[in-house]
């Protein structure tokens, strides 16, 4: 479980995010929605650290996430993986290589720093690919791949750290819509099969609403509303998004998921 304590974080005396106290419970998919500037990047960055709170505590389990420095915020940040809407792969190297990435904390440093994998980190970063589809792009160039299919190469190589969390911000901001599709099937597939969390800044309400099982609606770097889809009507979004609102509130359809969020997927893993 993930709990936040009364976190904030300021840049020059400006609130980016202020007293948000949340609890997440394992194996939920949580979309965090709100108009630009909210404060939901910066929200996300707190939790894996990319960005240290200014106030307030961020807990998993018995860890106290805020604490942490050296080795134990590195396996923090491993447990904690983070998808960004410009994929963040390294663009000169194979697929597989950039997959393979993802096991850097499984494997001791000097086998890390000359990259000798072993065919189990091999196994484990082909058969990611193959749960996206995209084994047959293992020995191409990151660089050379569509965006849709670079954001799958950093869903595996999320998948592959074996993490407790996904943490995706704006991970379809960039991608067409049957990317899009593709994109967010993935990240629930994952949720569902493995019951790893997976929080997602989504600018789309209906994506939003469509794909997660919790939605946290941020304004001026507050939490302002938190709870199910079917509870955000377009009224509270309207109350949520202000001007932005007409943006946000499809009238033409989108992307559905191939699984409804509600259900349990039985796999053998
Ligand atoms: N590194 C930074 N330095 C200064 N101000 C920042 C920094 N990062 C974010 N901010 C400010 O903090 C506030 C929240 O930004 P944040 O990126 O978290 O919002 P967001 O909801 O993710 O927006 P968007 O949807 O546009 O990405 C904004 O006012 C932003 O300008």
Known sequence: MLVLNDVARQYNNKAAVSAVSLTVDRGSFVGVIGRSGAGKSTLLRMINRLVDPTAGTIA?????VTRLS?????????????IFQQFNLVGRLDVLTNVLMG???????????????????????????????????AAQRADSLSGGQQQRVAIARALVQEPDVILADEPIASLDPRNTKV???????????????????????????????????MSAGRVV?????????????RGLYGLEADDVIETAPV???????????????
């Open 103 to 137: 096991r850097l904390n499984k494997v001791s440093t000097p086998r890390a720093l000359l990259r000798l994998w072993s065919e189990e980190d091999r196994a484990i970063a082909l058969s990611a690919l193959e749960q996206f589809d995209i084994a047959g792009l």
């Open 225 to 237: 509303f938190d709870g199910a889809p079917e509870l955000l009507t377009d009224d509270v979004a």
């Open 183 to 217: 994109v967010m099937d993935a990240l629930l597939r994952i949720n569902k099969h493995y019951g790893i969390t997976v929080m997602c800044n989504l600018h789309s309400l209906e994506l939003a609403r469509g794909y997660c099982d919790r939605l946290i609606g």
């Open 255 to 269: 992307a559905k998921p191939e699984l409804s969020p509600g259900d349990a997927v039985a796999v053998a893993l």
């Open 60 to 64: 998993f389990d018995d860890i106290d």
């Open 70 to 82: 050296g080795k134990a915020l590195r396996d923090w940040r491993a447990r904690c993986a983070m």
